[in-house]
């Protein structure tokens, strides 16, 4: 069945990835990003290579107001949402006490309330509708602490574990929620955290490598999605090391 597939940070990276693999699936795509030049690249793209039906709408999702404003756009053009791929993320690689205010709050506003409020609005029509599918794009980072990058890293385990709960409440209704766990991933990204030089993010999986396995686990409706063969043992030696540990290697790592 064509569904109708909403995917903030759609432009580029691994939300324009999945966009392609929902048009291969004949789904009706919304992209929304800040570029409007980068949102037409991608619904070009989109249209021919899939002759996919794709929409498109710029908008700051790191505005405070951004996820109802979305959301009268919705109400307005009459369009309903069946998946819901909340993808928009920002991070920045700054020791806490000297990063730039206005950067970790915009980051916490994308990252963490916009996600939110966004899941708020559009899950009680899933319900109602009796079917739907919320992916929320947590990180590899969730698992762990992130010195250097402490907000960015904290933003990612709240999603997680926002996910985690909301599988549970949502259990025995036709609505999936998934947590997308990616490790390093090579997109645009990594320059904007200013990570892309780090030993960290050396032998980065490849956007297409990790979107293949992230699609097949949202077909399967998994509660959580961790691509790479690498990155899947991370929660579980988390859990077998000492936090100060895991922390003092993360530092190390990620200076
Ligand atoms: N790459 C990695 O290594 C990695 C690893 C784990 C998790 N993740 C997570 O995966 C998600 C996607 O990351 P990515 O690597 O694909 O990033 P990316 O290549 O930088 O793409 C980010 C997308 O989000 C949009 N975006 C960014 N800020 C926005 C804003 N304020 N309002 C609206 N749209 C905005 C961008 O378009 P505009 O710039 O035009 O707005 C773009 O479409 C993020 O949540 C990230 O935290 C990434």
Redesign the pocket.
Same mark, same amino acid.
């Given at each position: 069945m064509q569904q109708v597939v909403l995917i903030? =940070? =759609? +432009? #580029?990276?691994?939300?324009?990835a999945l966009a392609k693999k929902f048009c291969q699936d004949n789904h009706v795509v919304l992209l @929304? *990003? %800040? +570029?409007k030049s980068?949102?037409a690249t991608a619904k070009k793209t989109l249209e021919q290579q899939y002759r996919a039906k794709v929409l498109t709408l710029p908008?700051?999702? +790191?505005v405070a107001g951004?996820a109802k404003q979305l959301v009268k756009f919705l109400t307005k053009e009459k369009i309903t949402i069946d998946i819901l791929v909340n993808? *928009?993320? $920002? =991070?920045d690689k700054q020791a806490f006490a000297t990063a730039d205010s206005e950067k970790v709050l $915009?980051m916490l506003q994308?990252?963490v309330i916009m996600l939110t409020e966004l899941t708020h609005l559009l899950l009680p029509g899933m319900l109602k509708r009796n079917r739907g599918h919320i992916i929320n794009?947590?990180?590899?980072?969730g698992y762990l602490p992130g010195p250097n990058m402490a907000v960015?890293y904290a933003s #990612?385990a709240y999603v997680l574990s926002f996910t985690r709960s909301l599988a549970e409440e949502l259990r025995g209704t036709a609505v999936a929620v998934t947590a997308v766990?990616? =490790? %390093?991933? #090579?997109?645009?990204?990594?320059a %904007?955290a200013q990570i892309d030089e780090a030993l960290f993010f050396r032998g980065?999986q490849s @956007?297409e490598q990790a979107t293949e396995e992230i699609y097949r686990g949202i077909l399967a409706k998994k509660t959580e999605i961790i691509p790479g063969f690498l990155n899947k043992p991370i929660p579980f030696i988390v859990r077998a090391l000492p936090v100060w540990l895991i922390s003092r290697l993360m530092a190390k790592v990620q200076r």
């Amino acid at each position: 069945m064509q569904q109708v597939v909403l995917i903030t =940070g =759609g +432009s #580029k990276g691994i939300g324009f990835a999945l966009a392609k693999k929902f048009c291969q699936d004949n789904h009706v795509v919304l992209l @929304v *990003a %800040r +570029s409007k030049s980068e949102l037409a690249t991608a619904k070009k793209t989109l249209e021919q290579q899939y002759r996919a039906k794709v929409l498109t709408l710029p908008l700051d999702l +790191s505005v405070a107001g951004s996820a109802k404003q979305l959301v009268k756009f919705l109400t307005k053009e009459k369009i309903t949402i069946d998946i819901l791929v909340n993808n *928009a993320g $920002s =991070g920045d690689k700054q020791a806490f006490a000297t990063a730039d205010s206005e950067k970790v709050l $915009s980051m916490l506003q994308l990252n963490v309330i916009m996600l939110t409020e966004l899941t708020h609005l559009l899950l009680p029509g899933m319900l109602k509708r009796n079917r739907g599918h919320i992916i929320n794009l947590a990180s590899i980072a969730g698992y762990l602490p992130g010195p250097n990058m402490a907000v960015y890293y904290a933003s #990612k385990a709240y999603v997680l574990s926002f996910t985690r709960s909301l599988a549970e409440e949502l259990r025995g209704t036709a609505v999936a929620v998934t947590a997308v766990c990616p =490790g %390093r991933t #090579k997109t645009a990204f990594a320059a %904007r955290a200013q990570i892309d030089e780090a030993l960290f993010f050396r032998g980065a999986q490849s @956007v297409e490598q990790a979107t293949e396995e992230i699609y097949r686990g949202i077909l399967a409706k998994k509660t959580e999605i961790i691509p790479g063969f690498l990155n899947k043992p991370i929660p579980f030696i988390v859990r077998a090391l000492p936090v100060w540990l895991i922390s003092r290697l993360m530092a190390k790592v990620q200076r």
